[in-house]
């Protein structure tokens, strides 16, 4: 077992949320050693036999290593031919940009000097998609329920391919990888140790498209979305530069995430947030939406304008760590990841999507409550994300219902939803906030419970416990950190799919509230029916 996965299994054991104290060695150089630097002529630490290259619209960028003032000229076999004007090698380095390729292949790549060539076998072109964040992102497939069936079904999906970059960190950005943990597969090869919501998710895609899906995991269990993010992003929030180890900003961006800069990709998903529960819970609703914005960025001018600058982005809403918890740590994540508007896309974070996950707990993981084992759910809940938002399909419902609109009675609160529910009992996932004042609500606010009393196509009636003198000043549901059993939340969309994600909305938001505007609207009626 190599030291990262040794490190992994520490963070299992003892459930830690942040990254533990160890010493790992800071990589300081500009280009991996991986690579012998004196090597004839080799791609980048990232290309390799089996892998997939971006299809068209966009072209794949190549690059790798040759000795100085060489002309490089790279060439395609396959289904289609191509041949690229000859580049030259500066600083050690050669890069080249292929025409668009449709989606198919295998093709063989070669990259060739006057002496000496490099060749890429079994290349396919389909659509590729970076997987990254923590633990819950790093958790393998051999881990799952129902992993033996997974993997027995892997081997009828070989245009599916996968990647891992190894856990390293680097006080630099680097510019290729210091180590491959797994190279370019062909499944089931190293599936067992690869990551279940990047698989399962390229696989459920795969059943859609029917073209090749490439796969890069670049994950670490335990991590703030700060070591993710380049002094760039960070900055945009506030947070200032720290000197404490494995938690140092920018770490894993710079050897996790900067080298693939180069590489076209279709889209990114991403599972984290844990860690930031209990470090910089505040900044997230900026951390988190600054991360994706700089991402983009990079991705767009590392390739050279192949990778979109909106490329889509999806992510897991936090699932669930401790059953009975009062704190508000991951209901204010769940929160923050929309920044702060309870659903995505949005204004502030376009192009996204989301899979509510706080349905889905595993109170006997033995891994700890914190990694649930369903990752099937999550990764289909994505994929509908992606079909919808990264694919443009039509009638692909990715969003579990919404709050439209809120009517205080004095006896009841009524709440129309965006479209058709699903609803079953419940005596205190809703609560209200009863309140002598027109101020926000906030967690030290008197909260009560609001059972549903009735329900309606589009709407579900609460009892107002508020006191006669009180108001009902804000409405939350599924506000704590367990907030029903699998598959048991009381509101769902109509077709049992999609759970409604959390929500806090206040009748009187604070100054400077982006959130989505539901009206908060008062009846003088005594009651008010369905």
């Known amino acids: ?57 966009e072209r794949a960028v190549l690059w790798g290593y040759g000795p100085e003032g ?23 380095m050669w890069r080249v940009t292929l025409d668009p390729v449709e989606a198919g292949g295998p093709y063989n790549v ?3 000097v006057h002496n000496s060539t490099a060749t890429l076998t079994d290349v396919l072109f389909g659509d590729i998609w970076l997987c990254g964040g923590q633990s819950n992102m790093w958790f393998q497939t051999s881990q799952i329920f129902n992993a033996s069936e997974e993997l027995n079904l892997a081997a009828k999906f070989p245009h599916v391919r996968t990647f891992m970059a190894s856990l390293k960190m680097s006080e630099t950005e680097l510019t290729d990888l210091i180590e491959v943990e797994l190279p370019w597969s062909v499944p089931p090869a190293n599936l067992t140790e690869f990551s279940a919501v990047c698989w399962l998710f390229g696989r459920y895609l795969y059943k859609t498209l029917q073209y090749p ?7 670490w269990g335990g991590t703030p979305v700060e070591v ?60 988190f939406p600054a991360m994706i914005d700089d991402w983009r960025m990079a991705f767009h001018q590392g390739s050279g304008g192949q990778t979109a600058h909106d490329f889509p982005f999806g992510f897991v809403q936090l699932s669930t760590n401790e059953k009975g918890s009062t704190s508000d740590a991951f209901p204010n994540i769940r929160w923050h990841q929309t920044a702060d508007y309870g659903f995505a896309p949005n204004a502030r974070m376009q192009n996204t999507f989301m899979a509510v996950a706080l349905d889905l707990p595993d109170a006997t993981s033995p891994l700890g409550t914190i990694h649930p084992r369903d990752k099937q759910d999550v990764a289909y809940r994505l994929t509908l994300g992606a079909r919808a938002v990264a694919y443009n399909e039509k009638d692909v419902s990715f969003l579990g219902p919404f709050p439209d609109t809120i009517l205080v009675t004095q006896m009841y609160v009524n709440v129309t939803y965006d479209q058709k529910v699903y609803v079953t009992p419940s005596k205190d996932t809703f609560e209200i906030c009863c309140s002598e004042t027109r101020n926000p609500c906030g967690p030290k606010s008197r909260w009560v419970p609001a059972p549903i009393m009735q ?6 009636q609460l009892s107002n416990l508020c006191a006669l003198t009180d108001e009902v000043a804000a409405l939350r549901y599924a506000w704590r950190d367990w907030p029903c059993e699998f598959k048991a939340c009381p509101i769902y969309s109509s077709s049992r799919i999609l759970p409604a994600p959390p929500f806090i909305i206040n009748r009187y ?12 609207l008062v009846s003088l009626a005594q009651d008010e029916l369905i």
């Open 455 to 460: 329900q309606g196509p589009t709407s579900v």
């Open 213 to 219: 899906i490439g796969l890069v995991e670049s994950c």
């Open 228 to 287: 993710w993010s380049s002094s760039r992003a960070l900055q945009q929030c506030g947070l200032e530069q720290t000197n404490t180890g494995p938690k140092e900003n920018s770490v894993l961006w710079n050897a996790m995430i900067h080298p693939l800069l180069n590489m076209t990709i279709k889209g990114a998903i991403w599972y984290q947030g844990e860690a930031n529960a209990i470090y910089h819970q505040e900044k997230y609703s900026c951390s």
């Open 70 to 92: 060489a002309l490089v000229t790279l060439y395609l076999s396959g289904p289609i031919k191509q041949k690229t004007s000859p580049v030259t090698v500066k600083k050690g």
């Open 509 to 520: 938001p604070a100054k400077g509230n982006v959130m989505k505007n539901v009206p908060f």
């Open 1 to 57: 077992m190599t030291l990262s996965k040794r490190v992994f299994q520490l963070f299992v054991n003892v459930g830690c949320l942040v990254m533990a104290t160890i010493t790992l060695c800071v990589a300081f150089i500009l280009v991996a050693s991986i690579h012998d630097s004196d090597c004839d002529l080799c791609f980048a630490s990232y290309y390799g036999d089996h892998m997939v290259l971006q299809k068209s619209p």
């Open 110 to 112: 070669t990259a060739a």
